[in-house]
Each structure stands twice: as structure tokens, then as C-alpha cells.
């Protein structure tokens, strides 16, 4: 049809400062907006986002460098820029190789357009959740019963979940108390819950190198301390000597935790991390309707 045709033409021969722009000039610009996109999406849920952060700290000290004419530390900066980016792939190595995997595995259509948003709106943490939780960690605190439970946030803890074996259930505290059982095949190591669903067992963490901790706390401490200075998880542990229950976020450790306090800290960090999601969604929500 004619009129097609006209559009086409008038695509093709808009220009921005004099460049001509194609087709596939736009298709381009498309294609590096979505990549940037979901390499984006994919560093905010992994470790890599933490050592982005500092990255930008770096950056602006460096163009604050630059306007003071802070030339000596500049010079340094050029000499190690190269071992710097060698650096950075060593250390995002995992989750680079994590990535690929990933990406190989995937639909390429299911990757680009989200069809299981309401999956996701499915996985956030429940009230109903926390109070088994907190049932499960006393009845097990009263029996000295060990158990290291990791709930995750927005930082990925697949990593983790792969040292494990997979469960995938709904968070009951009868099913807690059942896996952290003396002698029984999944009682070492730590759950990983994500949502209302706990999805592996036998777990291995990383163990915490703070030299401020107790040198009183065992090994399941200092693996809840470890995985918190490395993610945003929130980790409960119950001393198996004790029976005292503890809490790892943010590379600290509160401890002699009762049933009350340890509800409290709960809702007071998932619950917080919820409400901000939510108020994205009605932000987004609301853009969409004042865009209709």
C-alpha cells in the first residue's frame, strides 16, 4: 500500500544532526538498550551489583580527581586500569560462567518477555511464614537441636542452593524440624527458603573471616555471619549447644533472641524489603495510568 511505503520512507530519512539514520541503525540502538537492560537486571542479583556500587564510588572520586588536577593520582589510576579489569573477571567469575549457563538453557523468547510475573508475585513472604519459622526455631532451641535457616532477598542465592539437595516445599515448622533432625540424611548443612517455600537443603556457606566474632561461636555462626557479609539474606541459626537462638544480616550477629524478638526482626527486615517492591509496583502502575 502506498501509504506503508510513504512511512517507511519518512523512517528512513529521519536524521539526527545531520546523521542519517537507517533501520538498522535503530534496530541497533534497540538491540544495546536491551542488552544493557538485562545485563543490568542480572548484576542486581548477584554479588556483582555490591562490587558495582564501589566501582561508581571509585569512578566519582576519579573525575573529582580529574577537575581538582590531581595529576600524580591520576597517572596511578591509568597504570593499574588494566590489572584492574583482569581483576574484576576473576572475581565475577562465577557468576559469569553462572550466566552463560543460564542463557543457554533458556528460551530466548521466555527470556525477553516476562511470562511468569505472577509466578514471582507468588514468592513473597508471608506473615504465615514467619510465625512457622519462629515456631520451629524455639521448639527447636528447647531441644538444643542445631539448624541454620537462610531466607532469601533480592541477591540470588542459587549459587548456594546447588551445593545442596533440592526440596522445594511449603516453610511448615514440622518440615523445618523434621530436616534439622539428629541423624537424619538433611540435617547438616543450611536451608535456603526463598518465599514461602523452602528450595534445598544441606546447604554449604561461606564461612565468615571477621576476627571480631566470638571465637565462643561454632561453625554454623560464622557461616550465617559469612553468606550475610556476602548477600542481603536474612540467616537464623540455633545453637546446638545452647539451644539459643541467633540472627546474621548485614555482616552482624544479634543473639540470645526470644520468640517475640526474633518475629519482630523478621518482619522488621523481609517485610521492609516487601513494602518496597510494592511501592515500585503502584509507582509504575500509577506512570502507566497517567500515560493512558
Given at each position: 500500500m502506498e501509504w506503508i511505503d510513504k512511512a517507511?520512507?519518512?523512517?528512513?530519512?529521519?536524521?539526527?544532526?545531520?546523521?542519517?539514520?537507517?533501520?538498522?541503525?535503530w534496530l541497533e540502538i534497540l538491540i544495546i538498550a536491551m542488552v544493557l537492560y538485562y545485563v543490568l537486571v542480572w548484576i542486581k542479583t548477584t554479588r556483582a551489583w555490591t562490587l558495582l556500587k564501589g566501582l561508581f564510588v571509585i569512578c566519582a572520586f576519579l573525575f573529582?580527581?580529574?577537575?581538582?588536577h590531581m595529576n600524580v593520582i591520576l597517572r596511578m589510576a591509568q597504570s593499574i586500569l588494566g590489572f584492574?579489569?583482569?581483576?574484576?573477571?576473576?572475581?565475577?567469575?562465577?557468576?559469569?560462567?553462572?550466566?552463560?549457563?543460564?542463557?543457554?538453557?533458556?528460551n530466548l523468547l521466555a527470556t525477553l518477555i516476562p511470562f511468569n510475573i505472577s509466578?514471582?508475585?507468588?514468592?513473597?513472604?508471608?506473615?504465615?511464614?514467619?510465625g512457622e519459622i519462629t515456631k520451629a526455631c524455639v521448639?527447636?532451641?528447647?531441644?538444643?537441636?542445631?539448624?541454620?535457616?537462610?531466607?532469601?532477598?533480592?541477591?540470588?542465592?542459587?549459587?548456594?542452593?546447588?551445593?545442596?539437595?533440592?526440596?522445594?516445599?511449603?516453610?511448615?515448622?514440622?518440615?523445618?524440624?523434621n530436616i534439622f533432625e539428629h541423624n537424619t540424611p538433611l540435617h547438616d548443612g543450611a536451608v535456603i527458603i526463598r518465599g514461602n517455600r523452602i528450595t534445598s537443603?544441606?546447604?554449604?556457606?561461606?564461612?565468615?573471616?571477621?576476627?571480631g566474632l566470638s571465637k565462643e561461636l561454632g561453625t554454623r555462626h560464622r557461616a550465617g555471619v559469612g553468606i550475610s557479609e556476602v548477600t542481603d539474606s536474612l540467616t537464623i541459626i540455633v545453637s546446638e549447644e545452647t539451644g539459643k537462638i541467633s540472627v546474621a544480616f548485614d555482616g552482624g550477629l544479634e543473639t540470645n533472641l526470644?520468640?517475640?524478638?526474633?518475629?519482630?526482626r523478621m518482619q522488621q527486615i523481609l517485610n521492609k524489603s516487601g513494602e518496597d517492591e510494592k511501592k515500585s509496583k503502584r509507582k509504575r502502575k500509577g506512570r502507566s495510568h497517567t500515560k493512558g
Open positions: 517507511i520512507e519518512s523512517f528512513k530519512n529521519l536524521n539526527f544532526y545531520g546523521t542519517r539514520m537507517e533501520i538498522g541503525d573529582f580527581a580529574y577537575f581538582m584492574a579489569v583482569t581483576a574484576l573477571v576473576v572475581v565475577l567469575q562465577p557468576e559469569l560462567r553462572k550466566a552463560l549457563e543460564e542463557l543457554g538453557k533458556k509466578h514471582k508475585e507468588e514468592e513473597i513472604f508471608s506473615e504465615k511464614t514467619i521448639e527447636m532451641g528447647k531441644v538444643k537441636t542445631g539448624a541454620l535457616i537462610v531466607i532469601e532477598q533480592k541477591v540470588s542465592l542459587h549459587d548456594y542452593e546447588r551445593t545442596g539437595i533440592d526440596v522445594d516445599g511449603i516453610v511448615t515448622s514440622q518440615l523445618l524440624i537443603a544441606t546447604c554449604y556457606l561461606p564461612l565468615s573471616d571477621n576476627l526470644d520468640a517475640e524478638r526474633l518475629r519482630n
